[in-house]
């Protein structure tokens, strides 16, 4: 069986993911006990994140490298099948944010934050996950002096997508057989938000950059030797430990 570093970073601290991935406010939302107003904040805040994903993604883009040539019906590497992965990310995240907007309208749930003079929303009235998303993303920059230069990018991406499809795929299994007709949010999470979130479509996307990234990762160690699983493992090691407090600290108190 393949060496697969996803596989390791995901039990490499199970206390932490646990936190990042089952937190009170996606209980709530589960349960149909989230108001509109507390989740219209995490909502808010969600878009903006877009924003600042799709900055980082920008990033990524500028620094990936792809082969000079190419040959049909040979795998075309793991820089190009990032790229396609990217491309689908771009898509994906912008239906995300209009679908967000419609259902939101249509739930009469306010996803907007309270700006300033100058139209933007003050740091201060984040959540701290938010402010730590934006600097993950604003960080994301090649390892030049290492081979997979995009390793500890794409780990940050890997990571936030996995880290929301489990999320929210435990907060699906709370669910109750209840229609939403009582639920606090007027059933917006358990009819429209929480199938979008943990469809198939979304499960295969995850595990296609995860793909992509133990591919990439074996390949080096069968050329390289089995001492280069451990110096890869520290290299993203202090990423999905940012990855992890981040996506802990982006449910909102309840």
């Known amino acids: 069986m393949s060496y697969s570093l996803t ?10 993911y646990k936190r990042a991935t089952q937190s ?3 209980k709530l939302a589960g349960h149909g006990k989230a108001s509109k107003e507390l989740l219209g904040r995490w909502l808010a805040n969600d878009r903006l994140y877009i924003h600042s994903y799709c900055r980082g993604l920008g990033r990524l883009l500028s620094f990936l490298e792809y082969p000079d040539t190419v040959q049909p019906n040979v795998d075309p590497g793991a820089t190009t099948k990032l790229l396609d992965w990217i491309v689908a990310a771009l898509v994906n995240i912008r239906r995300e944010e209009k679908f967000f907007i419609n259902t939101a309208a249509e739930y009469g749930i306010n996803v907007n934050l309270e700006t300033g003079p100058d139209g933007r929303v003050a740091s201060s009235t984040k959540l701290e996950g938010l402010r730590r998303w934006e600097a993950l993303y604003a960080s994301v920059s090649p390892n030049e002096k290492e081979e997979l230069p995009w390793l500890e990018a794409a780990v940050i991406y890997w990571g936030t997508e996995k880290c929301y499809l489990d999320a929210w795929s435990w907060a699906k299994a709370q669910l109750s057989d209840d229609d939403g007709s009582n639920d606090a949010d007027g059933g917006a999470v358990r009819k429209e938000f929480i199938n979008n979130w943990t469809c198939k479509e979304f499960v295969e996307f995850v595990e296609e950059l995860g793909r992509i990234i133990d591919d990439a ?22 990423k999905w430990h940012d990855v992890l407090e981040a996506e802990e600290a982006f449910w909102p108190a309840t």
């Open 24 to 26: 009170e406010f996606l």
């Open 217 to 238: 990762v074996s390949k080096l160690v069968e050329e390289k030797g089995e001492d280069v699983k451990g110096k890869l493992f520290k290299r993203v090691e202090g």
């Open 7 to 16: 596989q390791q970073l995901l039990v490499s601290d199970e206390q932490a």
